[in-house]
C-alpha cells in the first residue's frame, strides 16, 4: 500500500501561498498569482472541512476556487503532491528564494534583477549594488540600490538571531534533559534567554556538578543534538538539529550562583554590578565574592545581592536600566505575572482573518480561565483581510449580543481593529465608532511616510475620542521588517494626555511596544494592554510572550489594563463616552 502524507488545510493553504509568490519570481502575469492569494485566503476563512469538500467533489462551489485551483487542490488532498507546484519550484534559482528575505525586496523586483542583471544569489546581488548597476535599472534607482545593500546588511544580522518564542522551547527541552540526569545537582537557563530578550543568539546554561566529564558526555549525547563544537570540562559547545548554538558551562557547586549571575547578565549590568562591589570594597566574578581576599560563601543569587547591599533582582530587569539603584531603594517593581491577566483583547474572528468563529474564541478563551475577551475584527479598508462592512458589524453584534447572553458571567465587548488611515482618521464615520466598546487604532499600510508625518498621523488617531488603544505602535516584524519612521516618545507622550491605552502586541514576531519604551510608559501613567492579537484559538496562548516582555518593561498588574475584572473593564470603557 502507498501511504498518502497527511494533507490540512492549513497545508493546503501555505502551498497555494507560495505558490503565488513562485509566480510572481517567474515573472507570470499577475492575475495568475493574485488568484493563488484569494484562493488560500477563502480556505483560510472557510468554516466547512476542506478534505469533506474534496472528496464530495464540492470544492469548485467555494468562492475564489476555479476549475484550475479545484484541479490542484484535488490533487493535492488525494495525493499528498502536486506537481505543478514541485515544478515551479524547482524552476526558481535557490538565491532567488533566498532574497525574498531581503527587506524590501519582494518577488517582482527579484524577477526584475533576473531578466535584466542575470541576479541569482545574494552574493551577486551585493555585489551588483557595490558597483552601482541598480542605479539606471528601470524600477529601481540610487534609493532603493540603497535600501537593498542596507538590506542585505540586515539580513546578515538577522541571520545572527532567533525569536526568543523559537528558542526558548528548545531550550526547555534541554533543561529538561539535564534535570533529569544524576550529575547535575543544580541547572538553570542563563544568558539573554533567562532576561526574556526579544531575540536570542544562543542558548546559555549553567549546571554544577561532581562529575563534569560524565555531564559533558551525557549532555553531548542528547538527541537534539547535532555536531558538538568544543568538549571539555567546564563547557560543552554544540548546535542543535535546529542550528542553534548552545553553551553549557559546568561547574563546582559553591560557583553555582556566581556563574549564573555572570551568564545571565546582560554585560551591562555585570559591569554595574562589579563597579559597585569595588565602590564597597569588594570584589566579584564569575566564580566567587571576596572581600580582602576573603571569600564571602553565597548559596543563592538571592545571597550575592543581599552582600552588595541589594534585594533581588529579577533577571528580566538586568539590563542597567535603572534596577540597581531601585534594587537598592527597595523599589524594585512586582511584575506582572500571567495570573494576573483577567481577560483578552485584539482577537480576530472569521469576520475578517481570523479561522476561528467568533463562538471558538469565546470557547477557547474560557477554557483558558479567562473572564473576557475584546473581539477586533479588521475594519473596511483593510479588504485584504477581509475588513467588516456596516452590515458585518451588525451582524456580528447581534451575534456578540447572543452569546453574551449564552455564555454569561463570560463577556465579549465589542471591539474593531480600524486601519489609521494616511490622514489619520479611523476608518469608518463616528455614527458606525459610537457602536463599538473598543477600537484599536492600527497602521497597516502607507508605511513610507517620513517620520514627521508618521507621528502626525498617529498623534491624530490618538486624539480621536473614540480610539481606545493604539496597535502595534511601530509596525515591526521581529527579524524580518523594521519599524516605520515614528518618534514613539511623542507618541507615548500623546497617549498620556488623551489617556489612550497603547497595545504591548504579544505575537512573538512583534513583541511591539518594545519593552525599553514600556519603561517610559509607565513612566508616563500610560496603560499597557497585553494583546495576542489572536487570529486562531492556539494564538491566544501567545499572551505568555507578552507578559515576559511586559515583566522585562518593569510593569506591574496595575499597569496593564487587561489585569482589570470584567466589571472594571466594563465601568473603564463606559466612562470614555
Ligand atoms: P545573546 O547571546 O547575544 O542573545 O546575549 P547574551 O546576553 O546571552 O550574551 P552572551 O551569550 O554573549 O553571554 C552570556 C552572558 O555572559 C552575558 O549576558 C554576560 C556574560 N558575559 C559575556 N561576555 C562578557 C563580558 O565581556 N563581560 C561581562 N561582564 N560579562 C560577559
Ligand atoms: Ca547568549
New binding site residues.
Given amino acids: 500500500m502507498i501511504s498518502i502524507p497527511a494533507v490540512t488545510k492549513e497545508s493546503v493553504i501555505k502551498i497555494l501561498e507560495e505558490i503565488a509568490v513562485l509566480l510572481e519570481l517567474s515573472g507570470e502575469n499577475p492575475f495568475k498569482s493574485r488568484a493563488y492569494q484569494n484562493a488560500a485566503r477563502n480556505l483560510e476563512k472557510l468554516d466547512k472541512d476542506l478534505l469533506s469538500l474534496v472528496a464530495e467533489n464540492k470544492l469548485a462551489e467555494v468562492e475564489g476556487i476555479g476549475e484550475a485551483i479545484n484541479k490542484k487542490v484535488t490533487e493535492l488532498v488525494q495525493t499528498g503532491k502536486l506537481e505543478y507546484y514541485e515544478a515551479l519550484k524547482a524552476a526558481i534559482p535557490q538565491g532567488h528564494l533566498e532574497m525574498l528575505k531581503i527587506p524590501g525586496l519582494g518577488p517582482k523586483k527579484i524577477h526584475a534583477l533576473f531578466t535584466q542583471l542575470g541576479i541569482k544569489t545574494i552574493g551577486e546581488l551585493e555585489y551588483a549594488c557595490h558597483e552601482n548597476r541598480l542605479v539606471e535599472l528601470k524600477g529601481f534607482g540610487k534609493k532603493t540600490q540603497d535600501n537593498i545593500l542596507a538590506g542585505i546588511e540586515k539580513l546578515k544580522l538577522y541571520k545572527e538571531r532567533r525569536l526568543y518564542a523559537e528558542v526558548e522551547v528548545s531550550a526547555q527541552i534541554l533543561l529538561n534533559s539535564l534535570q533529569e540526569n544524576e550529575n547535575v545537582i543544580r541547572v538553570s537557563i542563563a ?2 534567554l533567562r532576561r526574556c ?1 526579544e531575540t ?3 542558548i ?1 546554561i549553567v549546571a554544577s556538578s561532581a562529575n563534569p566529564a560524565a555531564l559533558a558526555d551525557y549532555f553531548t549525547g542528547l538527541p537534539l543534538i547535532a555536531a558538538v563544537s568544543g568538549k571539555g570540562t567546564t563547557k560543552v559547545s554544540v548546535t542543535l538539529q535546529s542550528g542553534i548554538n548552545a553553551d553549557l558551562r559546568i561547574v563546582h557547586d559553591a560557583e553555582f550562583p556566581h556563574a549564573l549571575l ?6 551591562e549590568h ?2 554595574a554590578l562589579r563597579g559597585r562591589a569595588k565602590n564597597m570594597g569588594l570584589k566579584i566574578n564569575e566564580y566567587g565574592l571576596w572581600k580582602a581576599e576573603k571569600n564571602i560563601v553565597c548559596r543563592s543569587e538571592e545571597e550575592i545581592f543581599f552582600h552588595l547591599g541589594l534585594k533581588f533582582i529579577p533577571p528580566e530587569l538586568r539590563e542597567d536600566m535603572g534596577e540597581i539603584a531601585a534594587a537598592e531603594k527597595g523599589s524594585l517593581p512586582v511584575l506582572v505575572e500571567e495570573k494576573d491577566i483577567r481577560g483578552l483583547f485584539h482577537i480576530h474572528t472569521n469576520f475578517s482573518d481570523g479561522a476561528e468563529s467568533l463562538e471558538g474564541m469565546v470557547q477557547a478563551a474560557k477554557k483558558m480561565g479567562y473572564q473576557y475577551i475584546g473581539i477586533s475584527d479588521h475594519s473596511q479598508s483593510a479588504y485584504y483581510a477581509g475588513g467588516l462592512k456596516k452590515e458585518d458589524i451588525e451582524k456580528q453584534h447581534k451575534l456578540i449580543a447572543e452569546l453574551n447572553k449564552k455564555h454569561t458571567p463570560f463577556y465579549i465587548f465589542r471591539g474593531i481593529e480600524s486601519d489609521i488611515l494616511p490622514d489619520g482618521n479611523l476608518d469608518y464615520d463616528d455614527k458606525i465608532l459610537a457602536g463599538f466598546d473598543f477600537v484599536i487604532a492600527a497602521i497597516h499600510g502607507n508605511f513610507n511616510m517620513s517620520e514627521t508625518e508618521m507621528t502626525g498621523r498617529i498623534k491624530n488617531a490618538l486624539q480621536n475620542p473614540y480610539t481606545t488603544m493604539l496597535a502595534h505602535p511601530t509596525g515591526r516584524l521581529l527579524l524580518a521588517r523594521e519599524p516605520y519612521l515614528v518618534n514613539i516618545m511623542e507618541i507615548i507622550d500623546t497617549a498620556a494626555q488623551y489617556g489612550k491605552i497603547i497595545e504591548l502586541n504579544a505575537n512573538p514576531h512583534r513583541l511591539d511596544l518594545d519593552w525599553r519604551n514600556c519603561i517610559y510608559a509607565k513612566k508616563k501613567g500610560v496603560k499597557i494592554s497585553i494583546n495576542p492579537d489572536a487570529h486562531h484559538a492556539a494564538g491566544l496562548a501567545d499572551i505568555n510572550w507578552g507578559v515576559k516582555i511586559a515583566r522585562k518593561g518593569w510593569l506591574e498588574k496595575t499597569d496593564c489594563i487587561n489585569c482589570l475584572s470584567r466589571e472594571e473593564v466594563k465601568e473603564y470603557l463606559s466612562r470614555k463616552f
Fill in positions: 544568558g539573554s530578550t536570542v543568539k544562543d546559555d555572570h551568564f545571565t547578565g546582560s554585560k555585570n559591569t
